[in-house]
């Protein structure tokens, strides 16, 4: 099959806990979701100033933890509305640790108080299936773009890899062509349990960074031993958090409640079954909750859990919490080990390549939709693509909550 369906997956988890497994299959599924990691990792740390080692630190104990709490693979994404405008507007450092406090409290009050359960009981399955299909196809959108040399951060450094020296073939951007290979390769080895498609992605994307100049990202690599400062950007002014409450914590509240908690713990049920138990809305907010504070104490950037980046691990080999285990466990030691030098590692990849995790799992995201039977339900969801596109997804999640709640009243029970 082209992309795995929910129905069968669903069977996996049924009544049982998943054991936890350490293979190649875990391990590529583990690498599944660093086209969405790394771009606006990369992009806060150029442009806001955040440091490396804050962030993957702060990263890789949230993986950790997600693991050995869920007992099944959980998505670790940034938010993406604060991140993606924070690197556009090249807000301060400050300013970001003042929306990631505020979001950690925000995600307690409506975690704790069961507003968030209320809300998900309440939540129409089209509308939630409108934010999975949404997040997908703008996940597509993103790997295209990676691929072709349009991204925020290509747009930033105004080329099209920007840690190569090799830019062009000719005239045509080097992406397009990495991007090609890396989609005939996935296509290839996508259903392959012995070869895993993302394991050799990372590895081809690697191998073309080191032949294609990226050794150059390697000047400065060493060890140096040691962990991330506390508060490294101190305690935010209360102009700081003025300013983000209103610029930035309010338009990411209805994404993430839409995203990374109804759609994520929806899709998380469907790949796992019963073995997802612990995966509800109020345990994802309280969980981003605590992910926040500890992003806040050593300046990392805001979390949360994304349906997106779930399917990203999912489709590329990833089961149990064993995937986790392993990226969780690699960030944490290599920035104990090489402290702010860890992004050399990173800028081996080209964009191009990250851009094919990214189609792919977007891919796989937006299939979701396929259980919706009725031709309202289809509707909601729909507008809701629409409305993301022309505007953003938390503007689609209130469209649709809207939306279905018209046609219930005019007796079209979506």
């Known amino acids: 099959m082209f992309f795995g369906t929910t129905a069968n997956t669903k069977k996996m988890g049924a009544g049982m806990t998943l054991p936890l497994r350490f293979n190649r299959l875990e391990l590529a599924g583990s690498l599944g979701d660093l086209g969405t990691m790394l771009p606006l990792a990369i992009g806060m740390i150029v442009v806001n100033g955040l440091t490396p080692s804050g962030i993957f630190f702060t990263v890789g104990l949230f993986y950790i933890f997600s693991g050995l709490y869920y007992g099944v693979t959980t998505a670790v994404q940034p938010m993406k509305v604060i991140s993606a405008y924070a690197v556009a507007a090249a807000l301060s450092a400050q300013q970001i640790q003042a929306a990631t406090l505020a979001m950690a409290v925000i995600l307690v009050l ?19 299936r409108g934010v999975q299909l949404a997040t997908g196809v703008l996940l597509m959108i993103q790997g295209i773009k990676c691929m072709v040399g349009t991204s925020t951060l290509q747009q930033l450094h105004r080329l099209a890899e920007p840690y190569l020296i090799w830019q062009h073939i000719g005239r045509l951007p080097i992406g397009i062509p990495i991007g090609i290979a890396g989609i005939f390769l996935t296509l290839v080895l996508l259903d392959n349990r012995k070869i895993p498609a993302g394991l050799v992605i990372i590895g081809f994307g690697l191998l073309l960074g080191l032949c294609l100049g990226g050794l150059k990202s390697l000047d400065n690599f060493g060890l140096s031993v040691g962990i991330p400062a506390l508060m490294p950007f101190g305690m935010p002014a209360r102009i700081d958090f003025t300013f983000a409450f209103f610029a930035l914590v309010l338009p990411q509240v209805p994404m993430t409640i839409g995203n990374a908690v109804l759609a994520n713990a929806d899709l998380s049920n469907q790949y796992f079954g019963d073995a997802a138990r612990k995966v509800t809305a109020r345990s994802l907010c309280l969980s981003m909750a605590l992910a926040n504070l500890l992003a806040f104490a050593f300046g990392g950037m805001p979390l949360c859990h994304g349906a997106g980046g779930l399917a990203a691990h999912y489709r590329f080999g990833a089961r149990t919490a064993g995937s986790n285990l392993m990226i969780g ?49 289809m509707f909601i969801s729909l507008s809701m693509l629409g409305i993301a596109l022309a505007s953003n997804l938390a503007v689609g999640f209130l469209a649709g909550i809207l939306l279905a709640f018209i046609l219930r009243r005019r007796g079209l029970n979506p």
Do not use: N, Y
């Open 329 to 377: 466990i690699f960030m944490v030691l290599a920035v104990i080990l090489l402290g702010d030098r860890l992004l050399s590692l990173f800028h081996l990849i080209p964009l191009a390549v990250l851009g094919v995790l990214l189609f792919f799992a977007g891919g796989q995201l937006a299939l979701s939709i396929t259980d919706l039977q009725k031709r309202s339900e």
């Open 110 to 128: 409506v975690g704790a108080s069961g507003a968030i359960s209320w809300i998900s009981k309440h939540t129409p399955k089209p509308v939630i």
